[in-house]
């Protein structure tokens, strides 16, 4: 079975569907702003697969982002992308995906973006970091209000002791509400606004050569609840 074939199954796009009716509660009430993970999120041959044509940080023009905020890799050129991560990243933005979302967080008319901006791959190497932050809140081009992060890991075996916890933060940046350890097909999804303070701001302590993998997708609206946000920033 293909990639699309297993992602498009009946069987899969069942799963969702009960995933997002069984959890959206959860996810709506969740602290410190709406939020979950999922554990074995896709089907495992095609996260294998993904994993296994995952570009090495030296096999690709990766965007390097290197400051006092963040230390980390990005590729946002699906076109350039091996066909199994592509297949993933288009399924990501489909229409069984959206319903899946508009489920799970009560956002209607969830649009998706085919540009991926900001998105794509992530990879982090020993020693990278991300500081805690509040993600751009419109989409400059399609001139649409960011709404939801959708985030796969693709870390094997990954350790506690190696860091790189997804960290929420509560609204006056005070304190780590939540850590969730990157580990292989865990999927994490969260509300973005002008105060889902989030990140990994303790540098990655992975053994050389093992980095930290993920894909993301971001989601939009045309329009938003006016206590969610402050005036565009990125």
Same mark, same amino acid.
């Given at each position: 079975?293909?990639?699309?074939?297993?992602?498009?199954?009946?069987?899969?796009?069942?799963? *969702?569907?009960?995933?997002?009716?069984?959890?959206?509660?959860?996810?709506?009430?969740?602290?410190?702003?709406?939020?979950?993970?999922?554990?074995?999120? *896709?089907?495992? !041959?095609?996260?294998?697969?993904? *994993?296994?044509?995952?570009?090495?940080?030296? /096999?690709?023009?990766?965007?390097?982002?290197?400051?006092?905020?963040?230390?980390?890799?990005?590729?946002?050129?699906?076109?350039?992308?091996?066909?199994?991560?592509?297949?993933?990243?288009?399924?990501?933005?489909?229409?069984?995906? *959206?319903?899946?979302?508009?489920?799970?967080?009560?956002?209607?008319?969830?649009?998706?973006?085919?540009?991926?901006?900001?998105?794509?791959?992530?990879?982090?190497?020993?020693?990278?970091?991300?500081?805690?932050?509040?993600?751009?809140? /419109?989409?400059?081009?399609?001139?649409?209000?960011?709404?939801?992060?959708?985030?796969?890991?693709?870390?094997?075996?990954?350790?506690?002791?190696?860091?790189?916890?997804?960290?929420?933060?509560?609204? !006056?940046?005070?304190?780590?509400?939540?850590?969730?350890?990157?580990?292989?097909?865990?999927?994490?999804?969260?509300?973005?606004?002008?105060?889902?303070?989030?990140?990994?701001?303790?540098?990655?302590?992975?053994?050389?050569?093992?980095?930290?993998?993920?894909?993301?997708?971001?989601?939009?609206?045309?329009?938003?609840? !006016?206590?969610?946000?402050?005036?565009?920033?990125?």
């Amino acid at each position: 079975m293909s990639i699309a074939e297993s992602l498009f199954s009946d069987s899969f796009v069942g799963r *969702l569907a009960s995933l997002a009716s069984e959890n959206a509660h959860r996810y709506q009430t969740n602290s410190p702003f709406p939020s979950i993970y999922f554990d074995n999120f *896709l089907p495992v !041959e095609v996260v294998d697969a993904v *994993l296994r044509d995952f570009p090495e940080p030296k /096999r690709l023009s990766w965007t390097e982002f290197a400051d006092k905020n963040q230390s980390k890799l990005a590729f946002d050129l699906a076109e350039k992308l091996p066909s199994s991560i592509r297949e993933v990243l288009f399924f990501l933005n489909s229409r069984p995906m *959206l319903q899946f979302l508009e489920e799970l967080t009560g956002i209607k008319d969830i649009i998706p973006d085919p540009y991926f901006v900001g998105g794509g791959l992530h990879q982090i190497e020993r020693g990278g970091y991300l500081e805690v932050h509040a993600d751009f809140n /419109r989409h400059q081009k399609l001139k649409l209000d960011r709404r939801l992060n959708l985030l796969l890991y693709l870390n094997q075996d990954w350790k506690e002791e190696y860091g790189g916890h997804f960290e929420l933060w509560n609204r !006056e940046m005070t304190a780590s509400v939540t850590k969730i350890l990157p580990v292989f097909n865990r999927c994490a999804v969260f509300t973005t606004s002008s105060f889902s303070y989030h990140g990994h701001p303790t540098p990655l302590a992975c053994p050389p050569g093992r980095t930290r993998k993920s894909l993301a997708t971001y989601y939009y609206s045309n329009g938003r609840p !006016e206590e969610e946000a402050r005036d565009s920033h990125d």
